[in-house]
């Protein structure tokens, strides 16, 4: 069985220009994860899907950043304009459900992104 | 709001047990915690998960007081591939299932 599929693996971009990152999750997963992971950290989440819905996107800069899952399949997460801070590796995770009862996430390998 | 602590770094000898312990604060009895492995350029890799007590899978153990204000993951017998970041993750349940990762323990296990 196919995992989590992430594309780009790398990216480098200039300041101010526009990103995106592609996911596809396993499956049957209908819960959807993308964090931003920076050298030496831990990932943050920055949104959750349930299907098409956005759960929990409290933690995504809206005003640069935007994410979709339509049909509640694939996911796009977007920067428009990158800043320099963006710089980071983005992952992408699944799970089977999403609920607040404890769940396992299947993480894709990531994209890391570099912003010149 | 919660938070998790975790110990920076951690040396190990191959064959022995490691404990990593995470501290969180606020943590209800129906939070769950998860740990799990991230090798370099790799996404992270689920390793256990719990809400209380004790549980126990064929790679780990992870323990929990009852004043849940730290979990323990027990790595039995480690080799020189468990070198690896270790993270624990808490879910809070009165926060819509809110996930908070921890800072990560970087382990290294010498032959």
């Known amino acids: 069985e196919a995992g989590v599929v992430q594309s780009p693996r790398y990216k480098i971009i200039e300041k101010k220009q526009p990103v995106a990152f592609w996911c596809n999750p396993i499956s049957g997963h209908n819960t959807l994860y993308w964090y931003r992971q920076n050298l030496g950290q831990g990932p943050e989440l920055l949104i959750r899907y349930e299907n098409e819905e956005a759960v929990d996107d409290s933690q995504l800069p809206k005003d640069r950043f935007s994410a979709e899952r339509l049909k509640g399949v694939d996911s796009t997460l977007k920067i428009q304009p990158a800043e320099l801070g963006d710089s980071a590796v983005y992952l992408c995770?699944?799970?089977?459900?999403?609920?607040?009862?404890?769940?396992?996430?299947?993480f894709g390998p990531g994209t890391r992104l570099t912003v010149l | 709001l919660a938070k998790t602590t975790q110990p920076i770094s951690m040396d190990s000898y191959e064959g022995q047990e490691v404990n990593i312990t995470c501290s969180h604060n606020?943590?209800?009895?129906?939070?769950?915690i998860t740990w799990y492995q991230q090798f370099p350029s790799q996404g992270p890799r689920f390793i256990i998960q719990g809400y209380k007590t004790k549980v126990t899978n064929e790679v780990a153990s992870l323990f929990i007081p009852a004043d849940r204000k730290s979990s323990t993951l027990s790595l039995p017998r480690v080799s020189l591939s468990d070198t690896a970041v270790y993270y624990c993750l808490v879910q809070i349940y009165n926060q819509g299932g809110k996930l908070i990762f921890g800072q990560g323990t970087e382990l290294s296990v010498k032959p």
């Open positions: 995770a699944s799970s089977y459900s999403g609920g607040i009862d404890g769940n396992e996430q299947f």
């Open positions: 606020n943590i209800a009895t129906n939070d769950y």
